[in-house]
């Protein structure tokens, strides 16, 4: 099956400083990218999407100069979270598509962010 | 726009016992729907989907779901409720938007 990386997996920094979070397909072309959040006990919350080659598209809500997203080949798309806040602790989950009707993503791991 | 229901924030099961989890979808088109299990610290995993076709999916770990138009429902079972059953399952529609997640407790 199809898998989905993140790196790391785990990730303290201080605040003010800036985070960034790999997310990997390994065995296929992701023409899709997806980045979520969730906090403890909560459902997904999508962040934004990107294609890739092109700018992400961000949902309401988002600050997308705060949360930089590049996806820059068709295996890899990065998540930059800059000058964190303790609020932006979260679990950050990637996933992959690589398009089709079906519209089945591949999850990574997640990220385990806290900022202190 | 498409929404997602999960009936039950938390389900609490005996071994062996019938699980039951409940998702309702809100859409003037029937989407595409899957259900996904989230251990703990972990990312999502794939039980099953509903695309076209029949309607009663089949996925792993012995789930499966049924679409039901007429009831815009797409319920999550297994008829014997493992230990390694316990965790986090969403229901989600295509364009993902997730329900609220309902807990899976199994009681030994």
């Known amino acids: 099956g199809a898998v989905v990386s993140q790196h790391p997996s785990r990730v303290i920094c201080k605040s003010g400083t800036s985070v960034k979070i790999e997310c990997r397909s390994l065995?296929?072309?992701?023409?899709?990218m997806f980045w979520y959040r969730q906090f403890p006990k909560q459902s997904l919350m999508l962040m934004a999407t990107?294609?890739?080659?092109?700018?992400?598209?961000?949902e309401q809500g988002v600050e997308k100069d705060k949360f930089l997203i590049n996806h820059a080949s068709l295996t890899l798309s990065t998540l930059t979270v800059t000058s964190a806040h303790p609020e932006d602790s979260s679990f950050y989950i990637c996933?992959?598509?690589?398009?089709?009707?079906?519209?089945?993503?591949?999850f990574g791991p997640g990220t385990r962010l806290t900022v202190t | 726009a498409q929404s997602v229901t999960q009936l039950g924030s938390h389900v609490s099961v005996s071994e062996g016992a019938l699980v039951l989890l409940r998702c309702n979808y809100s859409?003037?088109?029937?989407?595409?729907l899957f259900w996904y299990v989230q251990y703990p610290n972990q990312g999502l995993q794939l039980l099953l989907k509903?695309?076209?076709?029949?309607?009663l999916v089949k996925g792993i770990n012995g789930f499966e779901a049924e679409f039901k138009k007429s009831e815009t429902s797409f319920h999550l079972t297994k008829p014997s409720a493992h230990m390694s059953d316990a965790a986090e399952y969403f229901c989600?529609?295509?364009?993902?938007?997730f329900g609220a997640g309902t807990t899976v407790t199994v009681r030994a």
């Open positions: 996933s992959a598509s690589w398009g089709g009707s079906s519209y089945e993503q591949y």
């Open positions: 065995d296929f072309q992701a023409t899709t």
């Open positions: 990107s294609n890739e080659g092109s700018k992400a598209t961000y």
């Open positions: 859409s003037s088109v029937p989407p595409y």
């Open positions: 509903y695309t076209t076709g029949a309607t």
């Open positions: 989600a529609a295509h364009k993902l938007s």
